[in-house]
């Protein structure tokens, strides 16, 4: 197995999914407000493996199996995304709001064909403003992976065939990542920054330039400094992205949409690709220790899971108690709704997360297939049995309390 092969392995790199996905849960709970960029590090860090695994694939055969390729995506990102769709539309329909239980029956095709953010983007959902009564709000960072999962390999299988492919793959991640920022730039002028926020076009950078750091010339270039500098850089990175959490107040921060969110992946591609090559320096020993590095192997099924859970668990109201004690309710209700975010995500894993990327035995030849047919007829069925609640139910027409 190669270094680039390996890389998807590194204790370090997990560890930063971790740091990642707990930003954004913090977030998601009120406690972070810049914690929304925990996403752009998993862009990153995608864009940064994709990317390495496709140029030595081919460099060991000179090509790509895109239809392998996207069949371990699949297996990799649609168990678990299915399982939690089917899920939250169950316990929405036993425990939702109509109005949340309605807009997550509309939603959720849309979540199937991995197109979420662009449905969000065409009917004008502010994610901002609308997203505390969309179920599937958050999955819009999944659909803009995929369609990158989509494109990304077929510009790889061209520009990175031959000598200087390394190299050619970098000049088209570099000047995407610039054009994507141009895009954000203008678009992000909008009072309703979701365009920006959401578009597949104007978060390429981010995926971009975690693929540039992938390969050779950026390898190269990390290769070349001394050990002491590595950890220096990765310390001064790490404090600098943390400082970003926790001073952004928000998608308001002066700044974030005209470059402040491209500097942000730029030094999260920098200290990815400083910890790929020096995992077993101080920082990335700090970082690959047990708790991140588990966190970060649960950090696909917890991101799926946390947010139909944060709308679903009641939210305590401030009470007469004063500021000590709504903020130790506040506190209270974060720990237990992410602790049943961490016990969803750890059966998600286990029972079909991993199963079926490890290929068990229930998951593989015809039986596997079965499985398939059987959940996606399952899935449909239920999307169509579910009642649509009819719009304004559980409101109060205020015309008929004034002639009572």
Not at 298 to 326: E, K, M, Q, V
Not at 378 to 401: C, E, H, K, Q, Y
Request: glycine share 12%; hydrophobic share 55%; aromatic share 10%.
């Amino acid at each position: 197995m190669t270094a680039i092969s390996r890389r998807a392995h590194i204790g370090a790199l997990d560890g930063i999914r971790g740091l990642a996905v707990a930003a954004v849960l913090l977030f998601h709970a009120g406690h972070l407000g810049g914690g929304f960029l925990g996403v752009d590090l998993f862009f990153v860090l995608s864009g940064f493996l994709i990317t390495g695994l496709l140029l030595d694939e081919l460099g060991r055969h000179g090509r790509l199996d895109l239809p392998a390729f996207w069949a371990r995506r699949a297996r990799r990102l649609l168990p678990a995304l299915t399982l939690m769709v089917v899920a939250t539309l169950l316990l929405a329909w036993a425990f939702a709001r109509p109005d949340m239980l309605r807009s997550a029956l509309q939603d959720a095709p849309w979540v199937a064909a991995q197109s979420v953010n662009w449905h969000y983007i065409g009917e004008q959902i502010g994610y901002w403003d609308a997203s505390g009564t969309r179920l599937f709000a958050h999955l819009w960072s999944i659909g803009v992976e995929w369609q990158f999962y989509l494109v990304w390999p077929l510009i790889v299988a061209v520009a990175g065939r031959g000598p200087g492919g390394h190299r050619r793959v970098a000049l088209v991640a570099v000047a995407g990542a610039l054009v994507s920022l141009l895009l954000m730039i203008r678009l992000g002028a909008a009072v309703d920054t979701t365009r920006a926020y959401e578009g597949s076009d104007t978060r390429a950078f981010s995926l971009l330039l975690g693929a540039a750091a992938a390969t050779a010339p950026a390898r190269d270039v990390v290769a070349r400094l001394p050990r002491t500098v590595t950890d220096v850089i990765c310390v001064l990175l790490l404090c600098g992205l943390g400082a970003s959490w926790v001073v952004t107040a928000g998608e308001k921060a002066p700044g974030l949409f005209q470059g402040g969110m491209f500097a942000h992946s730029l030094g999260g591609a920098v200290l990815i690709a400083l910890l790929s090559h020096l995992p077993d320096g101080r920082v990335g020993r700090v970082i690959g220790s047990a708790a991140p590095r588990r966190l970060g192997e649960l950090s696909y099924s917890l991101y799926l899971w946390h947010w139909p859970i944060y709308l679903l668990l009641p939210r305590p109201t401030p009470g007469p108690g004063g500021w000590a004690w709504n903020w130790a309710w506040n506190w209270a209700w974060t720990i237990a709704a992410i602790g049943l975010s961490l016990l969803a995500a750890v059966v998600s894993k286990t029972a079909v997360e991993d199963p079926v990327r490890l290929r068990a035995g229930w998951a593989t030849g015809r039986r596997g297939w079965a499985v398939l047919a059987v959940t996606a007829v399952t899935a449909v069925g239920l999307w169509t049995a579910i009642p649509r609640p009819v719009p304004g139910a559980g409101t109060v027409d205020l015309s008929r309390l004034d002639q009572s």
